[in-house]
C-alpha cells in the first residue's frame, strides 16, 4: 500500500466521521494610493474535518486555550496556513497552528489548532 492509498483512506474516513467546512484564505492585491491600503481577494475551499475538543490536560492557558479546538482535516484539497479562516457550521475559527501529517512528502491529513 502506497502513502497515496492512506491519503485515500484517511480522506474517505474524515468523510464518514466528519462534516463540511469552509477555508477561507485572503490574498493581498494591488496597493491603492487613495486609501493607501491594499486590495484583497478571498478564495474558498470547501474541506471535510472532524472537530475534537482539547483534554483538559492540554489546556494550558498560553499555547492552547480553554475554547480551542483540534481540527482533523482531510489532505488533498488545499494545505491549510495560519493567515486562513475556518467556518465550521456558521462558525469562523481562527487557524492558530497547522501540522501535516505527510510521510514521504505525501499529505495524509492536517491537524489544526483552531480558535474563535
Known sequence: MSYTDDQAM???MIAEAGT?????RE???VYVPATGGFTTTSTTY?????KLNYKSKDID???VK?????VLMAAGVVEPQTTDLLTIGGVVWAIIF???????????LYTLQ???
Open 66 to 70: 480553554a475554547g480551542d479546538m483540534k
Open 46 to 50: 470547501t474541506v471535510k474535518g472532524v
Open 61 to 63: 492557558g498560553t499555547l
Open 98 to 108: 497547522t501540522q501535516a501529517l505527510e510521510p514521504a512528502e505525501t499529505p495524509i
Open 114 to 116: 483552531v480558535r474563535k
Open 10 to 12: 484517511a480522506t474517505e
Open 27 to 29: 490574498t493581498a492585491g
Open 20 to 24: 463540511t467546512m469552509t477555508l477561507t
